[in-house]
């Protein structure tokens, strides 16, 4: 058993309060965590509140911010295997998904870095004769963090490195569910040199610890990424404080393949899009809309690319598909499965717990045929590998069907017609939409939904 601590006003603390949590690969106990009572909530927020008005950082010139980010993106690439194969074990993502993913973070932190001596304010030439008006950008405050568990470091990487580029000071509440790679990174914030209090990371459970992070008067901005139910509790505390709020949440994102798209490539990102990260990620293209004239050419093709996909231990390099990360996900994915060929879906393959993996969570790669939208597994998000596929015959039909979701996080356009990807594209109702790929990012892209996906924007110049 690892026992990791949370990491307090550049101190580590095993804090009064402990849980224990599982690896989804065998689903047995392999480290525990401090659980942030009121007091070691409350500790947190006032000692980056401190260190923000009190302490050095506010004396730091914004060259000198950028070069500590920088030296924090550089510990992060040179521990990423150590940090994606924490991830793998607390989570069951793939090692060499989360390997990847822990090392491109850096390139998160390194813009950023550049990022923050370049915010600057302007001169106004106003309507009084011999007077003129100049503005600053000033630190918003205390800025509180809340992530999921399924990509932590990277989801933490856009809140954070904004966050200290524009000079604030953060509290980070990590996962109760897989929360190893934050702690670890902890450790990565302590070597690079930031003033005790700068950066804080804990994690808890919504009573205390999430209540107190959205309602303390301290705290001046909450960024959240997470489920949509989850924001309405938020959105209801931040009334307490009058906190801006920015929130990035779910997603059931659709993939549309027109008869002119490059059906191998097609293929490519309808697998990559879901069978990816074990179909864990907010926003796995799920619904696949193909037209009609390719339809069956396109399931075959799927089918026959799924017979050889290997479901199996994550930190294995020859797996493809790992885990869930949790038991509730598998039983969950089995139950909406199962109400769907009920209601008359169409299981192409998948469905059920792979026969030779005994231990662990594990579910496999599925496709569903559904004549039209209203089946469970076309509505729900799964954060499983499941694809529901839908034949469509025009493109304003397609279109229409895209936008009927309460989700708009993500989108992908698969044709070789340049003149349909952007007519098409336009008018999805979507924060990002892919031509021709998928799930692919940039620290320089903005990233966000609307709808029920949130309305603000991650990485890019925005979030400064």
């Known amino acids: 058993m690892e026992h990791f601590k949370h990491y307090i006003n550049g101190k580590f603390s095993s804090g009064s309060e402990r849980f224990e949590t599982l690896n989804p690969a065998n689903g047995m106990p392999w480290a525990t965590f401090p659980?942030?009572?009121e007091d070691e909530s409350n500790l947190a927020i006032e000692s980056a509140h401190k260190a923000l008005y009190e302490g050095p950082w506010s004396s730091y010139t914004p060259t000198q911010r950028g070069k500590l980010i920088h030296k924090l993106g550089d510990l992060i690439s040179k521990h990423a295997s150590e940090l994606g194969d924490l991830e793998t074990r607390d989570s069951g993502k793939l090692a060499v998904e989360t390997r990847a993913q822990s090392n491109y973070v850096s390139d998160y932190y390194y813009y950023y870095a550049g990022l923050a001596d370049k915010i600057q304010g302007e001169v106004l030439p106003i309507d009084k004769p011999d007077m003129r008006v100049f503005t600053t950008r000033e630190p918003i405050g205390v800025v509180v963090a809340i992530v999921p568990w399924n990509a932590q470091l990277f989801l933490a990487a856009t809140k954070i490195a904004p966050a200290l580029a524009a000079g604030n000071t953060v509290v980070v509440k990590a996962s109760e569910q897989a929360p190893a790679a934050l702690f670890k990174f902890a450790e990565l914030v302590e070597q690079?040199?930031?003033p005790p209090g700068v950066v804080n990371i804990i994690t808890g459970f919504a009573e205390p610890c999430g209540r107190i992070l959205t309602t303390h008067p301290k705290v001046?901005?909450?960024?959240f990424t997470g489920g949509t139910e989850v924001a309405r509790h938020i959105v209801r505390n931040s009334a307490e404080n009058f906190a801006?709020?920015?929130?990035?949440l779910g997603g059931k994102s659709p993939m549309l393949i027109f008869?002119?798209?490059n059906i191998d490539g097609a293929v490519n990102g309808i697998i990559a899009g879901n069978f990816g990260a074990s179909g864990q990620s907010c926003v796995a293209g799920s619904r696949v809309f193909i037209q009609r004239s390719i339809h069956s050419q396109i399931i075959d093709k799927i089918k026959e690319r799924a017979k050889n996909i290997v479901v199996g231990d994550p930190l294995d390099s020859d797996t493809q598909v790992g885990p869930l990360a949790t038991k509730h996900q598998v039983e969950r994915a089995l139950s909406v499965v199962k109400q769907s060929i009920n209601q008359g879906a169409n299981l192409i393959f998948g469905g059920d717990k792979p026969s030779h993996r005994k231990e662990g969570w594990y579910f496999e790669p599925t496709l569903l045929d559904c004549p039209n939208q209203e089946f469970d597994c076309v509505k729900t998000e799964l954060f499983?590998?499941?694809i529901s596929v839908i034949a469509f015959d025009t493109?304003?039909?397609v279109i229409e069907m895209a936008n009927d979701s309460a989700y708009g996080l993500g989108a992908g356009v698969f044709t070789e017609n340049l003149a349909r990807a952007h007519r098409v594209?336009?008018?999805i109702q979507s924060g990002i939409v892919w031509i021709n790929t998928y799930r692919a990012i940039s620290p320089i892209a903005p990233f966000g939904g609307v709808k029920q996906s949130g309305g603000s924007r991650e990485a890019g110049i925005d979030a400064i």
Do not use: N, Q, W, Y
């Not at 801006?244 to 990035?248: N, P, Q, W, Y």
């Open 192 to 194: 690079s040199g930031f």
């Open 220 to 223: 001046a901005r909450i960024a």
């Open 244 to 248: 801006h709020v920015s929130l990035e």
């Open 384 to 386: 499983a590998p499941v």
């Open 259 to 261: 008869e002119d798209c």
């Open 35 to 37: 659980s942030a009572t």
């Open 395 to 397: 493109e304003e039909e």
């Open 425 to 427: 594209s336009e008018k």
